[in-house]
């Protein structure tokens, strides 16, 4: 549950940072390059380093959460970048509550200890 809320979470502020991204440049005179570009290299550069992260083990896969950890950080740092701060904030507090929060849910419900 974690990796997938992850990815669904990063996957929506990566739009929402191009669509604010967007907005801040678009009209401007003498402007004529799109800073989403940017982002979309963030998203395949660091998704090839979380493919490093990721191990297959005898019967099951480790690194998953780590690579997506990654990808979401990644994502944060964006949002700083972009100086969209609030967003940044916001998106740290979520990735940490997903993070904590249903690594227990997981644990009770999900486990396959008896």
């Known amino acids: 549950m ?3 809320s992850l990815v669904c979470l990063g996957s ?3 739009v929402i940072i191009s669509y604010q991204v967007f907005n801040l ?10 800073p989403t570009r940017i ?3 963030i998203v395949l550069g ?3 380093l979380g493919a490093g992260l990721i191990i297959f083990r005898e019967f099951h896969i480790e690194g ?28 740290a507090f979520i990735t940490i509550i997903i993070l904590a929060g249903l690594r227990s ?9 008896p």
């Open 2 to 4: 974690r990796t997938y």
């Open 12 to 14: 929506a502020f990566f």
């Open 25 to 34: 440049f678009y009209g401007k005179l003498g402007i004529d390059f799109d």
């Open 39 to 41: 982002i979309g290299q």
């Open 46 to 48: 660091i998704g090839f």
């Open 64 to 91: 998953l959460t780590t690579a997506i950890g990654l990808w979401v950080t990644a994502n944060i740092g964006t949002a700083i970048g972009a100086k969209l701060y609030f967003l940044a904030i916001l998106l």
């Open 105 to 113: 849910f997981e644990e009770k419900f999900f486990s396959k200890r």
